[in-house]
């Protein structure tokens, strides 16, 4: 975790905010609409005038989609304004750090390993499992680096991974509709009535709680046991004996090996690179209630950052063009991401990227594919090849889970070979256009849950009902994630060797052309 290199000037409060002064576009304003279908796609203009127009606030004159029906609007501006009195959870100067590794992502000299839970829950909330999460995300970082020779950005799917934008408004059991659980910083999961209703007081259990797992994680990246002398004490107790436990302790202690080498060598064994390490934390912008009390202007550089986490994400479901998320994100100085399924037309996506990111600042904008394996081989090469003719400088990365879910048994579910199936047709793809893959980004965690199907793990479909425990979608377990950054690993490793051998016969080329 990078320390703050910039202080930030404290917490505007909503009310001091001057609301955004009103568009042409003003006319459309449905504040509130509860997932509404998505509207046509109308381009912003790229005059500066609409720049200028941008503040923390002018989202509010766009639809929001996915924004829950609180019951009393005042109660949500109270634990708004009590949030946005509370200090930031990041700082700009992170952001900025974070911004320049990813930057590095677009061009293949990273790669990001963006991973955690579908959904962060109160109930679920405690130092074991965001260590367990930790350490996984650090193993599959060194079996990312070692096997695939590139440094890894992680990116951690919490402290702030809350709120969850759903395809249908209700719910229905046994004949029962309710409305739908939204991610706790909404309402709850139980399936009673009380718990349903949204309530505003949970933004504020949100904080609190994403802020003390911000405090864990730093000290877990700074304190030591991030340290790459303990890579072989990072394996989870009950991985010991899986085959991907197993393959993890070959490589760590190979990678051990190389670290006392390295020592021999005279490396500074003490030094921050082998005590520490970066660790970033990233959401989905969804909540706007709640990402607007969170935005605060960097003082050394004028420009605001949404201080809910490193990096914001825009859905799948609320990215069209003239809709307030993106009105928001384009705002604000974080690197940010967007969904994109097999639903995005080409020059849709190059019109986005031009709103998003419109002084195509490397490191910016990350493009997170979810289509599946069939769509992504039919779709991407027509959206890489358009984001390339407008020279659009993005991060491509791999989200084989929102593409795979399906229904078994009563359970959403995901099969591991489908997810496989996902990562190698983009990594296929990719090496066919002769662009960058730049990341990977799971729904997973570091319990030892049943709750997608296959991998070495063997969860069968008959497995599903003893550990499911997430509360919205199916995440990988340890086991399955751990396999899977071995695949990944493999397939950056290809690429690395493809590359050096293509430069290579350049280079004779070029010798035999003299
Ligand atoms: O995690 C993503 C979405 O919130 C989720 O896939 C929506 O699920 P639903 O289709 O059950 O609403
Ligand atoms: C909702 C999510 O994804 P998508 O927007 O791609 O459906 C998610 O990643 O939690």
């Known amino acids: 975790m990078q320390t703050a290199k910039a202080a930030l000037s404290g917490a505007p409060l909503l009310a001091a905010r001057p609301r955004a002064t009103s568009s042409r576009r003003a006319a459309k304003v449905t504040p509130r609409a509860v997932a509404e279908p998505p509207t046509q796609a109308v381009p912003f203009t790229s005059d500066a005038d609409h720049l200028a127009k941008w503040s923390s606030t002018s989202w509010r004159n766009y639809p929001a989609l996915q924004q829950p029906a609180y019951p009393d609007e005042e109660v949500v501006k109270q634990a708004c304004a009590e949030i946005a009195g509370f200090p930031p959870l990041v700082f700009a100067g992170e952001c900025r750090t974070l911004q320049e590794r990813l930057a590095k992502c677009a061009t293949g000299e990273a790669f990001i390993l963006q991973g955690g839970d579908c959904a962060e829950a109160f109930s679920q909330f405690n130092a074991n499992r965001i260590r ?130 390295m020592g021999a060598c005279g490396l500074d064994m003490n030094s921050s690179v082998m005590k520490e390490t970066e660790f970033y934390v990233s959401h989905e912008c969804l909540l706007m209630d709640y990402e607007e009390a969170l935005t605060r202007e960097d003082s050394t550089t004028g420009l605001w950052y949404g201080c809910s986490g490193h990096f914001l994400w825009c859905g799948e479901r609320t990215r069209q063009l003239d809709n307030a998320h993106v009105e928001f994100l384009r705002g604000i100085g974080n690197p940010i991401g967007v969904k994109v399924s097999d639903k995005m037309d080409p020059s849709e996506l190059v019109a986005l990227i031009a709103t998003l990111n419109p002084e195509n600042t490397p490191g910016r904008l990350a493009v997170i594919v979810r289509m599946g394996a069939k769509k992504l081989r039919d779709n991407l090469p027509q959206l890489i090849e358009a984001v390339s003719q407008a020279g659009q400088v993005v991060a491509w990365v791999c989200d084989p889970m929102h593409g795979n879910t399906e229904e078994v048994s009563g359970f959403k579910t995901r099969r591991y070979d489908n997810i496989r199936a996902e990562v190698e047709a983009f990594f296929d793809v990719h090496e066919e256009c002769g662009s960058v893959p730049g990341g990977i980004h799971l729904e997973m965690t570091g319990d030892n849950v049943t709750e997608c199907i296959g991998g070495g793990a063997a969860v069968e479909d008959t497995d599903l009902s003893s550990r499911y425990h997430t509360h919205c979608d199916p995440r990988l377990n340890a086991e399955q994630a751990l396999e899977m950054s071995f695949y990944v690993a493999s397939r950056l490793r290809q690429r690395r060797e493809r590359i050096a051998k293509e430069k290579e016969a350049k280079g004779n080329k070029q010798v035999l052309l003299y």
């Open 132 to 261: 367990d999460l930790f350490r996984l995300i650090l193993q599959m970082s060194v079996v990312m680096m070692f096997g695939g020779g590139v440094p890894v950005v992680k990116l951690g799917r919490l402290a702030g991974q809350f709120a969850k934008p759903r395809s249908a408004n209700t719910e229905t059991k046994d004949g029962v509709e309710l409305p739908c659980y939204r991610g706790d910083i909404i309402n709850g999961p139980e399936f009673t009535e009380a718990a349903r209703i949204p309530d505003p007081w949970r933004l504020v259990k949100a904080y609190n709680q994403s802020a003390a797992t911000l405090n864990l994680l730093r000290g877990f990246a700074t304190g030591g046991y991030a340290g790459l002398d303990r890579v072989t004490k990072w394996n989870l107790d009950f991985m010991a004996n899986s085959d991907e436990g197993k393959a993890y302790t070959d490589l760590a202690k190979r990678v051990d090996e190389a670290i006392s080498f």
